[in-house]
């Protein structure tokens, strides 16, 4: 006889993701090119500093702004929280000439 568990069970398990949202202003930056080059060596070490999911999300025509947006998952929201803490000071402190200007967190629980 085999006795099979409720589905529902299975997903009771919190999942958390979470998300942080960064403006970021160049206001050296002359150029895409210039913008690129500054965003997308930031994007990388912090995919492999972190293990995170980082992009470029908006502001993508403008020289001087971009919007980065970095994801993680985890099964805690305090862990996930800390994770995005760690990745907002990391880029104020390594960005170089670039200037946070804005940011967002948000938590999601699935």
Same mark, same amino acid.
């Given at each position: 006889?085999?006795?099979?568990?409720?589905?529902?069970?299975? *997903?009771?398990? +919190?999942?958390?993701?979470?998300?942080? @949202?960064?403006?970021?202003? &160049?206001?050296?930056?002359?150029?895409?090119?210039?913008?690129?080059?500054?965003?997308?060596?930031?994007?990388? @070490?912090?995919?492999?500093?972190?293990? #995170?999911?980082? +992009?470029? #999300?908006?502001? @993508?025509?403008? *020289?001087? &702004?971009?919007?980065?947006?970095?994801?993680?998952?985890?099964?805690?929201?305090?862990?996930?929280?800390?994770?995005?803490?760690?990745?907002?000071?990391?880029?104020? @402190?390594?960005?170089?000439?670039?200037?946070?200007?804005? #940011? +967002?967190?948000?938590?999601?629980?699935?």
């Amino acid at each position: 006889m085999r006795i099979t568990e409720p589905r529902s069970r299975f *997903w009771r398990s +919190a999942m958390v993701v979470g998300v942080l @949202r960064l403006t970021l202003h &160049l206001p050296n930056s002359g150029s895409l090119k210039a913008k690129r080059q500054i965003v997308s060596g930031l994007l990388r @070490r912090l995919r492999q500093q972190f293990q #995170v999911a980082a +992009a470029e #999300v908006g502001e @993508r025509d403008r *020289w001087q &702004l971009a919007q980065l947006a970095v994801a993680c998952v985890s099964a805690e929201g305090p862990h996930a929280d800390e994770i995005l803490a760690h990745v907002l000071s990391y880029v104020e @402190r390594t960005a170089g000439e670039a200037e946070v200007a804005d #940011v +967002a967190t948000e938590l999601i629980r699935l």
